[in-house]
């Protein structure tokens, strides 16, 4: 888990219902911690649960074959790209 105490220079506002605020502090007494470490550590816990998905993906090894074979193999011609990137752009400078 990311350290909750390492280095923090950031700040965030958060506005809240009065409810709200005493669920997260009943929370955080009951887990003998400052309202601020207790919502940044259960933040960063959930935050860091959410993100694996989006950053490590778990493939099968028939699918990793694939993807591998496909990044070996050569690149395929595209006669209509090549024609694209000879013509000229809108960008270029006029002659």
Known sequence: MVEA???R????DLRL???AKQTL??????????LGDFVLETALR???ARL??????H????RWEALVAALDAPP???PRLERLFREPSVFDPKP
Request: proline share 3%.
């Open 5 to 7: 105490r390492h280095e």
């Open 9 to 12: 220079t950031e700040t965030l």
């Open 17 to 19: 219902s009065e409810s």
């Open 25 to 34: 502090q009943a929370a955080a007494t009951a887990a003998r911690k400052s």
């Open 46 to 48: 959930e935050a860091e």
């Open 52 to 57: 694996p998905d989006r950053t490590v993906f």
């Open 59 to 62: 493939v099968d090894t028939v």
């Open 76 to 78: 395929r011609r595209h």
